[in-house]
């Protein structure tokens, strides 16, 4: 019997072309995204056309199952050669805005497209993607090659809560970092006043936790209930050092796990204040940042509370105290105390106090603040505009720093300021709380 090869052939092709389609269709379905076929070649996910190759299996399975794992504890995610991603935060304060932020120290004019992930309420995995807007956090006129960057990745409306978003270089490029993303909303703030540390603790070691010490005391005699620091890998140890002061909820400590010499601020200092302002943005009505070396002193009123409630700055988004220097290399006086304390003993000051975001530090509504830098609010959220904050007036309280400081004029005569003598009692009790909460011996002068 002759055979009809043609007929085969035909036969053959037509019986792969099913087994193709078959198979196509299992693959597509095995993956929960919700992709409508607008025609044969442009899948589109949540009504975005994603242009090739975004329609292929190896993309998606790269985007969802081979990324790397992540913990509760944000750290570093190298960025290729550019820098690294930090933590991520879902920002609803503006329905018609939403968006992932993600903290970042990246390398000037860096690119990147985001994949936000998120499960519906029928459980399926939705994605959304679009490309990066990236914001560079005020931005010095220094010639250095890392800045600090608050990434933003827009989502619709009616998304669901993300959990994750993945970043790529390219459209649809493999991802290149993972980030879980945090929900931070709560309706009932645990805090009054949290005190970030607004820069990472580096060129620190161990013999400098006294100071440490000394600035959460001080802080608790004014109010606070909340500390926040970040630490290198460098300086990692004062994180175990003060551990029990973490186990018992008073501090929090993070490990900002990049070092860069190149930044253009102190080892990602922007980054690190943005980050404590979107981690514990719904966790404390106000969150002041300020340095180990820095105190904001009530002048008018017994502490924070009655400070800020009776001044002009009481609805504001964000007062702002002005700076005045205390030289710790001038002889100090002697308190009551014998302890160790550089606030109760030095007492002289310069006479001037610099004028509002020349060396101000804040005490912020962290809700209303989209970027905030050391000395001032960059942008506030939705209409806002910075004009809206509050410059403290310095009789009512201002901010104590206290290091050794350059006296331009010797013949211009110090001041002395003995504010801190009222709150001594306060202070040597909340010295020795913290003290004894370590098990250490209390630094005697």
């Not at 497209?113 to 519906?120: A, D, I, Q």
């Not at 990049?258 to 981690?279: A, F, P």
Request: aromatic share 10%; with cysteine; proline share 6%.
């Amino acid at each position: 019997m002759k055979l009809d090869y043609r007929r085969i052939i035909i036969c053959l092709s037509s019986a792969l072309a099913c087994c193709y389609t078959i198979l196509y269709v299992f693959q597509w379905e095995a993956y929960t995204f919700e992709i409508a076929r607008s025609d044969d070649t442009l899948p589109q996910i949540k009504g975005e056309t994603i242009a090739h190759p975004c329609n292929s299996t190896e993309t998606y399975n790269a985007l969802v199952d081979s990324l790397p794992t992540f913990e509760n504890e944000p750290k570093i995610q190298y960025f290729e050669n550019n820098g690294g991603v930090y933590a991520a935060y879902l920002d609803n304060r503006i329905a018609i805005k939403r968006a992932v932020r993600i903290l970042a120290i990246l390398k000037n004019h860096t690119t990147a497209f985001c994949h936000v992930f998120g499960w519906s309420e029928d459980g399926t995995l939705d994605i959304h993607m679009s490309e990066a807007e990236m914001q560079e956090i005020d931005v010095l006129h220094v010639h250095k090659t890392i800045y600090s960057y608050l990434i933003g990745c827009r989502i619709p409306e009616d998304f669901p809560t993300p959990h994750r978003v993945v970043l790529s270089d390219r459209q649809c490029g493999h991802p290149i970092a993972s980030l879980p993303v945090f929900n931070q909303y709560t309706d009932a703030p645990k805090y009054n006043f949290t005190v970030c540390l607004h820069q990472p603790l580096f060129r620190m070691t161990l013999d400098d936790v006294p100071r440490i010490l000394e600035w959460i005391s001080v802080n608790l005699a004014f109010g606070a209930e909340h500390f926040v620091m970040y630490t290198l890998p460098s300086t990692d140890m004062i994180r175990k050092y003060l551990q029990p002061l973490q186990e018992i909820g008073l501090l929090d400590i993070h490990l900002f796990d990049i070092e860069l010499r190149e930044t253009e601020d102190s080892h990602g200092q922007k980054c690190v204040i943005n980050d404590c302002v979107y981690r514990y943005m719904y966790s404390s009505n106000r969150i002041i940042l300020t340095d180990v070396d820095e105190f904001i002193t009530p002048h008018s009123h017994d502490n924070w509370t009655g400070l800020l409630s009776n001044s002009p700055c009481a609805d504001k988004s964000a007062a702002f105290f002005r700076n005045s220097f205390f030289p710790t290399q001038l002889v100090g006086e002697s308190p009551k105390s014998d302890l160790q304390i550089t606030v109760l003993q030095k007492t002289q000051k310069e006479t001037e106090f610099y004028k509002c975001h020349a060396r101000s530090k804040l005490m912020v509504n962290p809700r209303d603040i989209y970027i905030c830098t050391v000395h001032q609010v960059l942008r506030l959220v939705g209409d806002a505009r910075p004009r809206d904050e509050c410059c403290m007036p310095v009789e009512m309280g201002y901010l104590q720093h206290y290091r050794p400081v350059r006296i331009s004029n010797e013949s211009a005569p110090l001041t002395t300021d003995k504010r801190m003598w009222h709150f001594e009692p306060r202070i040597i009790s909340s010295l020795k709380f913290v003290y004894s909460t370590l098990n250490r011996t209390l630094p005697h002068a």
